[in-house]
């Protein structure tokens, strides 16, 4: 179990493909994969370590998201700020 401290400035991502979805943690300055279903695919493609790379598209997509550009996947809140 992954534990995060949730504040103001932070959010909870969910970004969506038809096939694949990913769970992204996004602080100011740090993004962090909590969970993904792509993972099985990014080990084919010889992608190696326990973290996601800063190229894969979830991630790229939630930085896109962040700084309010046009996204390629489906991104969804799960923390909406009050």
């Given at each position: 179990m992954?534990?995060?401290?949730v504040t103001v400035e932070s959010t909870i991502l969910q970004v969506k493909n038809r096939r694949h979805t990913?769970?992204?943690?996004?602080?100011?300055?740090k993004i962090e994969v909590v969970d993904c279903t792509n993972s099985t695919n990014c080990?084919?493609?010889?992608?190696?370590g326990a973290g996601c790379p800063s190229y894969c598209p979830f991630v790229v997509d939630a930085k896109r998201y962040?700084?309010?550009?046009?996204?390629?996947y489906r991104v969804e809140v799960l923390n909406p700020n009050p």
């Amino acid at each position: 179990m992954i534990k995060m401290m949730v504040t103001v400035e932070s959010t909870i991502l969910q970004v969506k493909n038809r096939r694949h979805t990913a769970v992204i943690y996004v602080n100011e300055s740090k993004i962090e994969v909590v969970d993904c279903t792509n993972s099985t695919n990014c080990r084919i493609q010889g992608v190696k370590g326990a973290g996601c790379p800063s190229y894969c598209p979830f991630v790229v997509d939630a930085k896109r998201y962040v700084q309010g550009l046009k996204t390629k996947y489906r991104v969804e809140v799960l923390n909406p700020n009050p």
